[in-house]
Structures are given as C-alpha cells and as structure tokens.
C-alpha cells in the first residue's frame, strides 16, 4: 500500500499534488512519501512480533544501498532503524543521519582495509564477513587499531532463489559469503584470530524474492550451522538473516509473500536459536514509497509502434534495463482513457526502454507520468550517462514536501572535469 492516490483527478503524494511538485522542482524527479515509509517499517515490525530473539529487541538494519538519500535515512533513524552498510560511503551516510554505530552492520564483498579502520573507530556492531582473507585482514586493522571487531560470516548456503539472476546471491558459484560446509573450519581460524570475535551467522540469499521456499531452506541450513558452531565452543549470538522479501510491481501478476507470511515462517525456521536476530530489509522498506516523476517530451509514431518519449531515461531508473524490470507507469492527470505504447527515454541506446506494448493511461506531449515502485534501487543507481544531471528527489510528509536532494546543476557535472595544461591554448 502506498499514499500516491487521485483526489479531484489530480494524483498526490500524500496531501500534495504532483502537479505542483513537477512545476516547483522540475521533472525527473523522484518523489518519496513519508507515510509509506513508516507504515512499511510499522508492518514489517508487526510481521516479527512473534519471532524469538533471545529476548532483545530484533535489530532492522535498512539495507542502506537501497535508498541511501539523507532524509529517508533520517526517518528511518528516527523510527529506529539500523543500518546495513556495504561501503565506507554508506558507513558515514548512516552515521550522518542519526544512526547510532551499534545498529550498524558491515556486509560487503570487497571491504578496504580503510573501510574495515573507519567502522571500527565507529564501534559499529558487527562485520559480515565474506572470505578467511578478509577476516585476515580485519585482524590486521582491528589489532593495529587495539580493538576487537565483531564478525558473523556471511554463509553461501547454496539455494537457488528464484529471483532474476543478477539479484540472486546464494548460489554456490555466486561470489558471496563462505561456503556453508566449510563454514566450521572459518570459524575455528578466525576464532584464533587475535582482534577477532565471532559473535553470530549472516546469510542473505538475494533480492525481489517471491517465494519463501528458497529463504526457509537457507534458514535451516543455518540453524543446523549454529548448533554446531555451539557444539565446537563458539559463542553465537546473532543471527543475520538478510534481506529480499520481494515487493509486488506487476498488479497482474501473483504478489509475493507479505511481510506477516514473511515473520510466520521466520519464527517457525528460528525457534529455539536463542540469538538475537537481525534483518536487513531494503526494497520492502522503500521501493512502494517512492515515484519516478516525468514528463512527456512528446509522442511519435513509428512503422508499427507508438512511442512516448519521457524526459527521464534509464541513467534515473536503470532497474528496466538492468534486471528487465517491470514498472506500473500512470498519468499524473489521467484522461480517462487507455492506449497502447513503448514508453522509451531520450538516452542513445535501445536499452532505454521502459515499456513496450504497454496499454496504459493515455499520454500526450506535456503530460506528466510517473513510474511506479521506484524508491528502492531508484536513484541510487543513477549515473550522469549521457551528461544528463543527476536528477533531484523530493521527500513529502503531510502537505508538506521538501527537495532532498538539489538536481545536479549540468555545469557542475562538467566542471569536475578538467584539461590537463598541454591541451590548453
Ligand atoms: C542488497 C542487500 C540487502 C537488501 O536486499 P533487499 O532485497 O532490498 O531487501 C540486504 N543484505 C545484503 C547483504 C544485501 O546485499
């Protein structure tokens, strides 16, 4: 559920007409409800209500690489969230907005070993660890440093997620985590490691999941990991359980588990582990909060196909052409009638499309649309391709709305390049 609504035939976010935010800020723009992110963050928390976690608090570590803007990091700080952070970048974002370092996770494949000395001045709570070198490593700074990290090792536990494969990561070819049968002997290495303690067991097997089969799999295999763990005196008390719930994007396709289906099956695959539990949500926290806002440049026939030419292109929303992803695309000020399209950006590659044979709400030059579902992987995977600005965001609370983040001025794009001396007249 979400708070783009119609009143009056004119769609707002949550009090406030698109229609005067696309005047005030310009278009593309990305549009964010603040209703939608506490009311995800309320159902998800309502979702674990019954799971057992040792009897402390579940930690919910927002994925941060989902929407990293500082002002939904502020609100999810603000209604207590963690943070999942897979880069020093994200580390200092969360930190910035109000996240305390003791709901912070490190998760990440190719941690520096300045990240590593960053968080651990931080006093974050725990590293994910992927790989014995990378335990090394952390050893090294954690010593040099005279502190101790935390670790769980991320485990690969080999389960097909049934997911678009470039978002599925618990495969064993997969480049993530250890391998869940070799994960005894990491641990004993890394448990005689000096600057190390392995608290706990992280697993996250991929994201857009549909289906709860592939994530109860995983969860068992890692409960079975963390009695053994026990049985070779280790002391385990976390478990990570990842993120993924898929959100649904496709209003015609079968929707994907809830977030409550979600938390029955948790609590099932979980009881009896007495650990605390951490969860890392990033898509089901943000994705439905969020709009792509444009407009029609204008519409143009083809041989055989309509196109409308929209103002924003796949360097805003790269997840159509990445993942070949599926977004619900909806006039701002619908006509009433419906057409058939391709809904195409202005970028020079075929891939700049975003729907094709698509029958959608009637388009015409000028008109504004808006694609659907497009807070989570939205902006933050945006790029200046093309030398098209960074475009801005726009966070909405009530009837109040605020530019969160200014578009990038096109000179200032320019500006950070520069002409070495010998190409100067
Ligand atoms: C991306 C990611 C997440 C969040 O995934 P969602 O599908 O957005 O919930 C959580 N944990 C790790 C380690 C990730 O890489």
Known sequence: MDHFTLKDGVTHAE??????????VGTPAYVYSTATIERHVRVFREALDKVESAGQPTLVAFAVKANPNAAVLATLAQLGLGADVVSEGELLRALHAGVPADRIVFSGVGKTADEMARALKAGILQFNVESEPEVETLSAVAQSLGVTARIAFRVNPDVDAMTHAKISTGKAENKFGIPIDRARASYFTASRLPGIEPVGVAVHIGSQLTDLGPLADAFAKVGQLIVQLRTDGHVIRTADLGGGLGVPYDPTVPHPP????????????????????????????????????????????????????????????????????????RAVVPRGSKMTANVVGPVCELGDTFATQRELDVLEEGDLAMFMTAGAYGATMAST??????????????ADYAVVRQRQPIEALIALDSVPDWLRL
Request: aromatic share 8%.
């Open 15 to 24: 009090d406030v007409p698109l229609t005067l935010i696309a005047e005030a």
């Open 385 to 398: 391709y093309n030398s098209r600005a960074l475009t801005a965001e726009v966070l909405v609370n009530g």
């Open 258 to 329: 809830t977030p409550a289906e979600y938390g029955a099956m948790v609590a099932e695959a979980t009881a009896g582990w007495n650990v605390r539990l951490i969860f890392e949500p990033g898509r089901l926290i943000v994705a439905n909060a969020g709009i792509l806002l444009t407009r029609v440049v204008r519409v143009k026939t083809g041989a055989a196909e309509r196109f409308v030419i929209v103002d924003a292109a796949m360097n805003d929303l790269l997840r159509p052409s990445l993942y070949d992803a599926w977004h619900d695309i």
